[in-house]
């Protein structure tokens, strides 16, 4: 496993270069990278079909710069020098630990007054810019598209979120034995809780700029299966616990030509330390499962890329808004539903039947996309000038 970056680079090309980069961080970035690119092409799609439009926005030209303004631009600069100094003269502590590094309230005081002074300076040139000159209104195009950037930004405020607040409810033990860390950790993310609370944040925001939602949740689905398949490759490779139970069974002949750890894995040098030492390892992450598991997260990396495939292959079949969705709801339910069976997961006791936080909401989502074919399916057939 590979808790960072340098590490992958070190066992691929034989030398090692220090960054600040996890492996988890950095395939998270690549899934919300690859869903802004996803989804702002099937926007840009569905505005040239007709389907979506652009809207007038007013934007007021050489507006008067606030003493708030400045105020928040000064703390913001102080901020930023203030850490960055630090790095840059504490790097290896950085690289060592940049998540906690990031958090804590290290930083260098020259910086501090360095990035304050920097961020004034430039904010009195854009003030002193604009001295004098008439304060006007106009009107700018915005293109739904063109929305994405905040889009992306609310998604993962939200989602990170969410995510945060849905594992610790599924973990309530580990939660108060260390409630700090539990919240302040990147691993230990429930990717439903993610998606629930960033989903309704985004359609708050989507729906006052007039985006139809029938329209973005369709354009978003193909995306959301995308990011959910290369996030997953970020869960395999770092070990981040979100691994299958023990799998002490031998691989199957179909199975003959594959590595042996694409059946059953020990997870060795895992990020979140589970397991027992590793003999002659020395330093962080020397820790691997004492059984092997099923490697769930490959499972599901594969499974999320292959159906981002497919939807993304009937997406311009489909035509009656909100259908694509309901179908990503269906497969994404199923697929998660399944897993489950073999994950490792906090288990729920209803009814005398153990169910998991993950196979109740993947159920509920999976009803939710059949009721919602069924219901268009109908619509459907009421409307005959409504094509599917």
Request: net charge positive; hydrophobic share 45%.
């Amino acid at each position: 496993m590979y808790a960072t970056i340098s590490d992958l680079i070190k066992d691929l090309f034989g030398f090692y270069i220090p960054l600040p980069i996890q492996t988890f961080g950095f395939f998270m970035a690549l899934s919300f990278a690859g869903a802004y690119m996803a989804t702002s092409a099937e926007l840009k799609r569905k505005e040239a079909m007709g389907l979506l439009h652009s809207f007038q926005q007013k934007v007021i030209l050489n507006k008067p710069i606030s003493q708030t303004d400045f105020i928040i631009n000064i703390l913001l600069g102080a901020i930023v020098g203030y850490k960055v100094l630090e790095m840059i003269l504490n790097y290896d502590s950085l690289v060592q630990n940049p998540q906690e590094f990031i958090l804590s309230t290290k930083g260098n005081s020259i910086g501090l007054i360095l990035g304050a002074g920097i961020a004034f300076y430039f904010k009195k040139k854009e003030a002193d810019a604009i001295k004098g000159k008439e304060q006007k209104e106009i009107l700018q195009t915005v293109h739904p598209y063109q929305l994405m950037g905040t889009v992306l930004a609310i998604a993962a405020v939200s989602g990170l979120i969410g995510a945060k607040i849905f594992h610790n409810l599924e973990n309530l033990n580990d939660f108060s034995q260390d409630p700090i860390g539990a919240l302040l950790s990147f691993s230990g993310l429930t990717f439903y809780g993610g998606l629930i609370v960033a989903a309704f944040a985004v359609l708050f925001y989507t729906n006052r700029n007039n985006i139809p939602t029938l329209h973005m949740i369709d354009a978003a689905a193909p995306a959301l299966m995308l990011a959910y398949g290369v996030g997953r490759i970020g869960c395999q490779m770092s070990g981040d616990g979100d691994w299958g139970i023990n799998n002490l069974a031998p691989k199957p002949n179909w199975m003959s030509a594959l590595p042996d750890w694409m059946w059953s894995f020990r997870y060795p040098h895992n990020v979140v330390g589970e397991g027992i030492p590793i003999a002659g390892c020395e330093g962080s992450h020397c820790n691997m499962l004492e059984f092997p598991v099923f490697p769930t997260p490959f499972y599901e990396a594969i499974m999320g890329i292959l159906l981002f495939i497919f939807l993304w292959s009937i997406r311009k079949k489909i035509t009656t808004p909100g259908l694509l969705f309901a179908i990503y709801l269906i497969l994404n339910g199923a697929e998660r539903f399944f897993i489950e069976k073999i994950r490792v997961n906090t288990t729920y006791t209803i009814f005398g039947h153990h169910i998991t936080q993950a196979e109740l909401i993947s159920s509920f989502l999976f009803l939710i996309g059949v009721m919602g074919c069924i219901y268009l399916f109908r619509r459907k057939k009421r409307l005959p000038n409504h094509t599917l």
